[in-house]
């Protein structure tokens, strides 16, 4: 348990199933401010619902690089250094390989979250940086969809489903697509409790999708965290991102290539989830896992001071 915020810079290395990512935070803190973020897509998911095994093209990646941002956090005086690995290699039957390799290129050990763990630490992330947050957190991810009850700082019901869309590409109907997010968020009975409160959306795939909506209507503020919509007009939106075709798609100002294949069926999930647990309003997160893995370190004490006054409060994405 960490007790403040003195001794330097701590980081967390997350290894999604679509990206690893690096991000370095000045000191173990309520309100961490990040001073080094990178990203690399990587794809270790692709193909994962086909083969049930882990990228190959991806894995030679993203072992050069976890090595390389070890090194990059050695540089930067980092002395806590968490490494923690999600749905892909939790799920790949190579993942345990997958591990053993990273492990002795990075020399240090690498935590693969469960589905609850996954979904506790993005909730913690969002509390983290919305203390008020009451009703559903969602963590999209390249291979699954995490769904909390968050009130406050306090996790409830969750779910971890296989609905990443590095899973979906690889059904070619888009309508049994539908009818899969379907069948997967109705069996959660517990949703009708958060019925009219907010949904708070977590992951790259639905920020991307904050920036879309940002460029569409020319909000002058680019701030991800706390951007938030009617559910109404969240839904409309989404059906009309899920439409949209590739030539479409890299028409869009400022949208990463390597999100184009993706970020339709990320708008198809989150269209679905909102559909059924019904929010009054849907809120993007740009704080989540990562925030969560530092949050949860922290005292009693310390997490409950209130970010707000405490000083490097994130509000970018």
Not at 203 to 216: D, I, K, P
Request: with cysteine.
């Amino acid at each position: 348990m960490i007790e403040g915020a003195g001794g330097g810079p701590v980081g967390v290395v997350d290894i999604g199933s679509n990206s690893i990512r690096l991000v370095v935070f000045d000191a173990p803190k309520r309100a961490p401010q990040p001073v080094f973020n990178e990203k690399i897509l990587c794809g270790l998911g692709r193909g994962l619902q086909r083969s049930g095994e882990l990228d190959a093209a991806g894995v030679v990646l993203a072992l050069d690089n976890l090595q390389r941002f070890a090194g990059l956090a050695r540089a930067m005086g980092v002395r806590d250094l968490s490494f923690i690995a999600t749905a892909a290699v939790r799920d790949a039957r190579n993942g345990p390989e997958f591990v053993r390799a990273a492990q002795a290129r990075v020399g240090a050990r690498i935590d693969v979250l469960s589905g609850a763990d996954e979904a506790r630490l993005a909730a913690l992330g969002v509390a983290a940086g919305i203390p008020d947050a009451d009703g559903l957190a969602g963590d999209l991810g390249g291979g699954s969809l995490e769904l909390v009850r968050i009130s406050g700082a306090k996790v409830g019901e969750h779910a971890t489903l296989p609905l990443g869309p590095l899973r979906l590409r690889d059904i070619d109907s888009r309508d049994k697509v539908r009818e899969i997010v379907d069948a997967q968020i109705g069996r959660l009975d517990w949703l009708g409790e958060v019925r009219g409160k907010c949904f708070y959306a977590v992951g790259g795939a639905w920020r991307a999708l904050a920036r879309v909506h940002m460029a569409q209507v020319d909000y002058p503020l680019h701030v991800i965290h706390h951007y938030t919509l009617k559910r109404a007009r969240a839904e409309e939106f989404c059906d009309l991102v899920a439409g949209l075709s590739r030539e479409s798609l890299e028409r869009v100002p400022d949208l990463s290539r390597k999100r184009i294949d993706t970020l339709p069926l990320a708008a198809l999930v989150l269209s679905r989830v909102l559909r059924q647990a019904r929010p009054a309003e849907l809120v993007f997160a740009a704080t989540g896992l990562r925030e969560g893995c530092i949050h949860s370190k922290l005292s009693p004490a310390e997490r409950r001071r209130d970010p707000l006054i405490e000083p490097g409060v994130i509000v970018a994405s």
